[in-house]
């Protein structure tokens, strides 16, 4: 048994070691707590110079436009000219329908263009032929009435008889009669061609506008690309009968693409349209940065919009923080360098220092909006295609228009205007 003297210094060792671990654990909880007391005053002086000024999501997406490609008449697809990937340009070929019932058609309105044209000449010349009978008739009325006065002059001295006067008078009523006859026909004439031209003429017009809509519809077998841009979801396939407004595949125009940045609802206050914007995609990673600028704000939640909306008013509701779609216009020569896919995942922080104006004040547009011009040129060459037959079947009583060259028809079409035998031939 250990006596009191002996056990002395070992509780003293045991108090020394309960010392030095005590101080340890001060020292190690007073460079916890000055870990983090340095790392709050940096963060807060983080937010008080920068961290206040910017909001951030990494809940975005590369948004653009998807034109689809739809006919505008009913035909059997015959050849599809572009696929899935392929890059085209504005105005190229993309899918060909049969052409045969609409060359059919347009041949046949043309055909009716030239023989209206032919009857409006014809009207007008009859119209002149019965004005030339009115003067005819007003000179025979004339000369039966001086033949008549001639003869009245004399009737009391007996030098006429009974007989002759009553034959002059008649003649009279009946010059005046055949004169009243040819006028009244003139003026009937007259009415059908009156204040018009032969292109004015509303015949010459409504078979025009049937050329016009046999043209356009030939034209239309060919399906141009509404805008450059590269091709996806192609469903058409050759053989097939497609209707108006059938999807046969889209356009994506990646020249165009935007970014739909969600924010929270509590990152919406300090928002503003126009305010900078700098972005990382993850498809080139933090080395390549975009930038762009804040374009406006959308009508409302993701799930306001989306098509089963939450019923917030049953009784099992749960607040969920929702979010916000905001639209965010790229740099267009960064797009040229580095280009995105529409869905791609993008990182947004956005510069809030200038907080001026209204959060929702609506913005003008920058640009013009989206237009095609793959269309037009139909209509140009219709009425090109109006006026040659309609000059080539007048005798140039009404105006000529000069012949010029339809460019851009399908080819293997003759015009009725050669068929009339004007020698002018076009094909198409």
Known sequence: MSTPTEAAPGERRAGER??????????????????????????????????????????????????????????????????????VKAGDPLVELDKSDARVSLESAEAQLARTVRAVRNLLATSEGLQA????????????????????????IGAVSGEEMQHARDAVAAARAA??????????????????????????????????????????????????????RRTVQVGQRVSPGAPLMAIVPLEQVWVDANFKEGQLANLRAGQPVTLIADAYGSSVKYHGHVAGFGAGTGSAFSLLPAQNASGNWIKVVQRVPVRIELDADELKQHPLQIGLSMEVEVDTHDRGGARLAGAPRASTGYETQAYGSLDREADERVAEIISANSDGAGRTVARQPATGAPRGHRPASARAGSGATLDF
């Open 18 to 87: 309960r010392t030095l671990v005590g101080a340890k654990r001060k020292r190690l909880l007073g460079i916890v707590v000055g870990v983090f007391l340095v790392a709050g005053l940096g963060w807060g002086a983080w937010w008080l110079l920068s961290g206040r000024w910017h909001e951030s999501t990494d809940d975005a997406y590369v948004g653009g436009n998807l034109v689809q490609v739809n006919p505008q008449i009913t035909g059997t697809v015959i050849a599809i000219r572009a696929d899935d990937t392929d890059t």
């Open 179 to 232: 004169y009243e006859a040819a006028r009244q026909q003139s003026q009937a004439q007259r009415a059908l061609v009156e204040r018009t031209s032969i292109e004015t003429h509303p015949d010459v017009q409504n078979a025009a506008a049937r050329v016009r809509e046999a043209y356009l519809t030939l034209g239309r077998t060919t399906l141009p690309a509404p805008v450059s841009g590269i091709v996806a």
């Open 133 to 156: 009978n009115v003067a005819q008739r007003k000179s025979d009325l004339e000369k039966a009435e001086q033949d008549l006065a001639r003869r009245k002059q004399v009737e009391d």
